[in-house]
């Protein structure tokens, strides 16, 4: 079946398959465990739930025995109660992870998910911390009275990248009085975290539980493309005690995925895609038994293949592909007599050669921002009587590369021409290199990383420019001379064989270390570190000399004694 315009896609590999339903339960109190998974120092005192007994060095977890449905959102609340003693203690966290109901981190300033050991793995986890006590010299708390969001496999310090958003509270959290939390997370994926009032959030953050595995920088990125997780509280206490009570608890989730989105071809994934930048494949396909629809999220301008796979049963089907913009959630769709479209069809699109299967490759290039969902049709019974099926639906997001930013660049002189690899986040598939105004040949590009060939013969400090073709760029040095900040220690001795260090920059790049002409032993450890043994000299002023594969050279003074 022909189709009748371009499509513009970009989607990690996945595709997404049929609704689970919605969940919901209300604990009024927790006179009984039944519903729960207590874990460590985590028990029920009275008619409440205490991760913590008010004691030192206490670290537990109570999780729902169940895991529910988050990502097609969620929406729960409890009232809480925190009680100091002589001190502040740490406080508690509400967490959504996928450990399982033994889960459980460490405990003191990690809360009882963050920081693992080998003993206690932490929790690839996001935790809504309530923060009664301020550690700013590990972890960079905002104050001893903080509500945040944390997202990864630690706890991270506030400026870094597992804290994505936080407030101090506008009274005490900890003053023995009952409050009341919400945390909402909604499909477009926005996260709303509201104490007491329950209608204006104290702390709002966008992220997408879905992916991407790039969003907000996470170093260690918590997403859930199986759907579901757990959910419950953990709580550490330190050297410094407190009561935390949680005293009631309901949450709600909205279905993973409307029915329309599994189609009528049957269990198959008939539609998915696949991401690939330069030569490494960023596939998160990751399906657990009841696979969600999520909206597939990933930078603009970058490749991709649509997957259009023949139904079970046959070797080869016609198909035919529809879509709608925006995210089709089920509020309406469109019953035919070969299954239900979650929008109306209005025209197919013009795309691959209309047979499966088939691996349509999209090339980079388009600037494609918004929402878009797929589905489509294709036949049963291509070599018999028409059997018309609805495919699965895919919902797809685009959004733009995210900030080009570079934390390091090394360079391998083993071939015959030095390859420049610079590391950091952001990289385009597009991305164009020019060495001192020249086009430079890419070795290898994907987010993380690329490397191009450094011509030889480069002159010393030639700038180089990497280009992405959103407008972001990055200008560092090519064969770059060497920066020598320091040397210890200092005076040297005049015996020689002695290890001394140096700190500076573009260090890595050194091949040749001299002290007043004599060759020395050296050992490069990073761009700003190195090592080198002094030779035996007299008592005076010494110069030390670097000089680089590229020919570049710097002399520094040194004294011996």
Same mark, same amino acid.
């Given at each position: 079946?022909? =189709?009748?315009?371009?499509?513009?896609? /970009?989607?990690?590999?996945?595709?997404?398959?049929? $609704?689970?339903?919605?969940?919901?339960?209300?604990?009024?109190?927790?006179?009984?465990?039944?519903?729960?998974?207590?874990?460590?120092?985590?028990?029920?005192?009275? $008619?409440?739930?205490?991760?913590?007994?008010?004691?030192?060095?206490?670290?537990?977890?109570?999780?729902?025995?169940?895991?529910?449905?988050?990502?097609?959102?969620?929406?729960?609340?409890?009232?809480?109660?925190?009680?100091?003693?002589?001190?502040?203690?740490?406080?508690?966290?509400?967490?959504?992870?996928?450990?399982?109901?033994? &889960?459980?981190?460490?405990?003191?300033?990690?809360?009882?998910?963050?920081?693992?050991?080998?003993?206690?793995?932490?929790?690839?986890?996001?935790?809504?911390?309530?923060?009664?006590?301020?550690?700013?010299?590990?972890?960079?708390?905002?104050?001893?009275?903080?509500?945040?969001?944390?997202?990864?496999?630690?706890?991270?310090?506030?400026?870094?990248?597992?804290?994505?958003?936080?407030?101090?509270?506008?009274?005490?959290?900890?003053?023995?009085?009952?409050?009341?939390?919400?945390?909402?997370?909604?499909?477009?994926?926005?996260?709303?975290?509201?104490?007491?009032?329950?209608?204006?959030? /104290?702390?709002?953050?966008?992220?997408?539980?879905?992916?991407?595995?790039?969003?907000?920088?996470?170093?260690?990125?918590?997403?859930?493309?199986?759907?579901?997780?757990?959910?419950?509280?953990?709580?550490?206490?330190?050297?410094?005690?407190?009561?935390?009570?949680?005293?009631?608890?309901?949450?709600?989730?909205?279905?993973?995925?409307?029915?329309?989105?599994?189609?009528?071809?049957?269990?198959?994934?008939?539609?998915?895609?696949?991401?690939?930048?330069?030569?490494?494949?960023?596939?998160?396909?990751?399906?657990?038994?009841?696979?969600?629809?999520?909206? /597939?999220?990933?930078?603009?301008?970058?490749?991709?293949?649509?997957?259009?796979?023949?139904?079970?049963?046959?070797?080869?089907?016609?198909?035919?592909?529809?879509?709608?913009?925006?995210?089709?959630? &089920?509020?309406?769709?469109?019953?035919?007599?070969?299954?239900?479209?979650?929008?109306?069809?209005?025209?197919?699109?013009?795309?691959?050669?209309?047979?499966?299967?088939?691996?349509? $490759?999209?090339?980079?290039?388009?600037?494609?921002? &918004?929402?878009?969902?797929?589905?489509?049709?294709?036949?049963?019974?291509?070599? &018999?009587?028409?059997?018309?099926?609805?495919?699965?639906?895919?919902?797809?997001?685009?959004?733009?590369?995210?900030?080009?930013?570079?934390?390091?660049?090394?360079?391998?002189?083993?071939?015959?021409?030095?390859?420049?690899?610079?590391?950091?986040?952001?990289?385009?598939? =597009?991305?164009?290199?020019?060495?001192?105004?020249?086009?430079?040949?890419?070795?290898?590009?994907?987010?993380?990383?690329?490397?191009?060939?450094?011509?030889?013969?480069?002159?010393?400090?030639?700038?180089?420019?990497?280009?992405?073709?959103?407008?972001?760029?990055?200008?560092?040095?090519?064969?770059?001379?060497?920066?020598?900040?320091?040397?210890?220690? $200092?005076? /040297?001795?005049?015996?020689?064989?002695?290890?001394?260090?140096?700190?500076?920059?573009?260090?890595?790049?050194?091949?040749?270390?001299?002290?007043?002409?004599?060759?020395?032993?050296?050992?490069?450890?990073?761009?700003?570190?190195?090592?080198?043994?002094?030779?035996?000299?007299?008592?005076?002023?010494?110069?030390?000399?670097?000089?680089?594969?590229?020919?570049?050279?710097?002399?520094?003074?040194?004294?011996?004694?």
């Amino acid at each position: 079946m022909p =189709l009748t315009r371009p499509l513009s896609a /970009l989607v990690c590999a996945a595709a997404l398959t049929p $609704s689970a339903f919605s969940q919901s339960f209300s604990i009024p109190d927790f006179s009984t465990t039944s519903s729960l998974a207590l874990v460590g120092d985590a028990n029920v005192t009275g $008619s409440a739930l205490r991760p913590t007994q008010p004691a030192q060095l206490e670290t537990g977890a109570g999780w729902y025995d169940q895991a529910v449905n988050v990502t097609g959102g969620f929406d729960t609340q409890f009232d809480f109660r925190i009680t100091s003693g002589p001190t502040r203690g740490q406080g508690f966290a509400f967490v959504v992870q996928k450990n399982g109901t033994n &889960g459980i981190g460490q405990g003191g300033i990690y809360l009882g998910y963050g920081e693992g050991t080998l003993l206690l793995p932490d929790l690839t986890a996001m935790a809504i911390e309530v923060d009664t006590q301020q550690n700013p010299s590990e972890i960079g708390d905002l104050s001893n009275n903080e509500i945040s969001i944390q997202i990864g496999s630690e706890l991270f310090p506030a400026n870094g990248p597992g804290f994505v958003a936080g407030a101090t509270a506008p009274f005490d959290l900890a003053d023995g009085q009952r409050h009341t939390m919400r945390v909402r997370y909604d499909v477009v994926g926005r996260i709303d975290v509201f104490v007491d009032d329950l209608t204006t959030p /104290l702390v709002s953050v966008d992220h997408d539980l879905d992916g991407p595995f790039y969003e907000n920088q996470v170093a260690t990125p918590f997403y859930v493309p199986e759907g579901s997780a757990f959910v419950g509280f953990t709580g550490s206490t330190g050297t410094d005690t407190q009561t935390v009570d949680i005293k009631d608890w309901s949450f709600t989730s909205q279905p993973l995925a409307p029915a329309c989105a599994a189609g009528s071809a049957g269990a198959q994934n008939v539609l998915s895609a696949e991401y690939f930048i330069g030569f490494d494949p960023a596939v998160f396909s990751g399906f657990g038994p009841t696979p969600a629809l999520r909206r /597939l999220t990933l930078p603009s301008f970058e490749p991709f293949e649509i997957i259009v796979d023949a139904p079970d049963g046959t070797t080869s089907a016609p198909y035919a592909l529809f879509a709608q913009l925006g995210r089709a959630d &089920g509020t309406t769709t469109l019953p035919t007599g070969f299954g239900d479209f979650c929008f109306t069809p209005v025209a197919p699109f013009s795309i691959g050669p209309g047979v499966a299967p088939v691996r349509i $490759s999209i090339p980079p290039g388009l600037p494609l921002l &918004g929402e878009i969902t797929l589905q489509g049709l294709t036949d049963l019974d291509p070599s &018999g009587s028409t059997q018309l099926v609805t495919t699965n639906a895919v919902a797809l997001r685009f959004v733009p590369l995210p900030a080009l930013t570079v934390v390091e660049i090394q360079t391998d002189h083993g071939g015959p021409e030095p390859i420049t690899t610079v590391i950091g986040s952001g990289f385009s598939e =597009l991305a164009t290199v020019t060495v001192g105004g020249v086009p430079a040949q890419i070795d290898d590009v994907t987010l993380w990383n690329l490397s191009f060939v450094r011509p030889a013969g480069t002159p010393c400090d030639t700038p180089f420019v990497i280009q992405n073709p959103n407008g972001d760029s990055y200008t560092g040095l090519a064969n770059p001379t060497p920066v020598i900040q320091n040397v210890l220690p $200092s005076p /040297l001795s005049t015996a020689g064989n002695e290890l001394a260090s140096i700190g500076g920059d573009f260090l890595d790049e050194v091949n040749s270390v001299t002290v007043d002409g004599i060759a020395t032993t050296f050992n490069a450890v990073s761009p700003g570190a190195m090592f080198f043994v002094t030779p035996a000299l007299p008592a005076g002023p010494a110069t030390l000399q670097l000089t680089t594969f590229g020919g570049c050279t710097i002399t520094h003074p040194i004294v011996y004694q």
